[in-house]
């Protein structure tokens, strides 16, 4: 698994410019996007640590999101990305959190679609939330990196408007 250097370098030298620090909660990603933050030259200065939480139990007991509406969409939906997203912020201590949930393949559960959704936390509110939708027939392990490679890219924009 490779990405841009150039958007690595970016995103990890803007947080570190900024101070601030960064935590991830993957489901559909699977360490993806942890991956890549450890990646980044002098990671540990910024990133702070991440969970993949790949079952609704797991997201209930470690992100804390919302039991029943977990249940109603199968972990998959902007309010659950949203939670993850502020949940793992503040378990991490950090000041973003980035979140994603969703599938990697078509299943029944998601009416044999691919999509996920993902969110950006900075402190205590969601400052971004966006769904993404993939063709049918995307093998699995290529949808996983679209994902990632997307988030992060997303993640850039975020950051640089911070920084005009």
């Known amino acids: 698994m490779e990405f841009k250097q150039s958007l690595l370098d970016y995103i990890g030298e803007a947080l570190k410019a900024s101070h601030e620090s960064v935590s991830v909660a993957e489901s559909v990603t699977a360490g993806c996007l942890q991956f890549s933050f450890s990646q980044m030259k002098n990671a540990s200065e910024f990133f702070k640590g991440g969970i993949t939480a790949y079952t609704l139990e797991e997201k209930v007991k470690l992100l804390n999101v919302n039991k029943q509406e977990a249940i109603k969409c199968d972990c998959v939906s902007k309010e659950i990305a949203d939670e993850m997203a502020l949940n793992v912020r503040q378990l991490f ?33 969601v400052v971004l939330s966006k769904k993404l939708e993939l063709d049918h027939k995307t093998n699995a392990s290529a949808a996983q990196l679209y994902y990632a490679e997307f988030i992060l890219g997303c993640f850039k924009c975020k950051l640089s408007e911070r920084i005009i």
């Open 93 to 125: 201590s950090t000041d973003w959190g980035i979140s994603v949930t969703g599938y990697a393949t078509p299943v029944k559960e998601s009416d044999q679609k691919i999509f996920a959704h993902f969110s950006f936390a900075y402190k205590n509110e």
